[in-house]
């Protein structure tokens, strides 16, 4: 029976949090890049944005990652990896990327977003957001902005659930 661990309102009171937290640890926003991580992270990506526009008043730039090329499991998997858009909004030489996703894990596609991220350019300062730490780090990597930290076992599934998918706004655990 999937447990809930965030509802909707939950994940709107992680996303303004993390939202201030950006907004502290660099001192406002006029440098920043939110790179979202394909799929949920680019989700998450969009409302943070959303959030810290709304704070700051101007526009926050919103990219878009895909790593799947950059696994380093692709190829011990069974099925082909999707390939799927990466876009950013404007040149990242020299900007704050703050990389965005829904689920830190292993830290593996993080690793991969920051050799993606490399490859587009040189950030003068690279930042992890998640809404959703759950342990488990197989590499060396920590988020700087967290939504929420769930301590799980290794058996067990985080699942976010977004309206932006046409589902309820949800983290379940299963």
Same mark, same amino acid.
């Given at each position: 029976?999937?447990?809930?661990?965030?509802?909707?309102?939950?994940?709107? &009171?992680?996303?303004?949090? !993390?939202? *201030?937290?950006?907004?502290?640890?660099? +001192?406002?926003?006029?440098?920043?890049?939110?790179? @979202?991580?394909?799929?949920?992270?680019? *989700?998450?990506?969009?409302?943070?944005?959303?959030? =810290?526009?709304?704070?700051?008043?101007?526009?926050?730039?919103?990219?878009?990652?895909?790593?799947?090329?950059?696994?380093?499991?692709?190829?011990?998997? +069974?099925?082909?990896?999707?390939?799927?858009?990466? *876009? !950013?909004?404007?040149?990242?030489?020299? =900007?704050?990327?703050?990389?965005? /996703?829904?689920?830190?894990?292993?830290?593996?596609?993080? &690793?991969?977003? !920051? /050799?993606?991220? !490399?490859?587009? @350019?040189?950030?003068?300062?690279?930042?992890?957001?998640?809404?959703? /730490?759950?342990? *488990?780090?197989?590499?060396?990597?920590?988020?700087?902005?967290? @939504? +929420?930290?769930?301590?799980?076992?290794?058996?067990?599934?985080? &699942?976010?659930?977004?309206?932006? /998918?046409?589902?309820?706004?949800?983290?379940?655990?299963?």
């Amino acid at each position: 029976m999937p447990k809930v661990l965030l509802d909707k309102k939950d994940i709107e &009171r992680a996303i303004t949090r !993390m939202s *201030h937290e950006i907004i502290e640890k660099n +001192k406002g926003v006029s440098s920043i890049l939110l790179a @979202g991580i394909q799929r949920g992270g680019v *989700h998450i990506a969009r409302r943070l944005a959303s959030k =810290l526009g709304l704070i700051e008043g101007t526009e926050i730039p919103v990219g878009i990652l895909d790593i799947a090329l950059y696994r380093d499991d692709i190829n011990v998997r +069974k099925e082909q990896p999707v390939v799927r858009r990466t *876009h !950013m909004p404007a040149e990242i030489h020299g =900007l704050k990327v703050v990389l965005v /996703d829904d689920v830190l894990f292993t830290g593996r596609s993080i &690793r991969a977003a !920051m /050799d993606a991220i !490399m490859d587009l @350019g040189r950030p003068s300062a690279v930042q992890l957001a998640v809404l959703v /730490d759950r342990g *488990h780090r197989e590499l060396p990597i920590k988020a700087d902005f967290v @939504g +929420k930290n769930i301590p799980t076992s290794l058996d067990e599934t985080v &699942r976010v659930q977004l309206s932006e /998918d046409g589902l309820e706004d949800m983290v379940v655990l299963e």
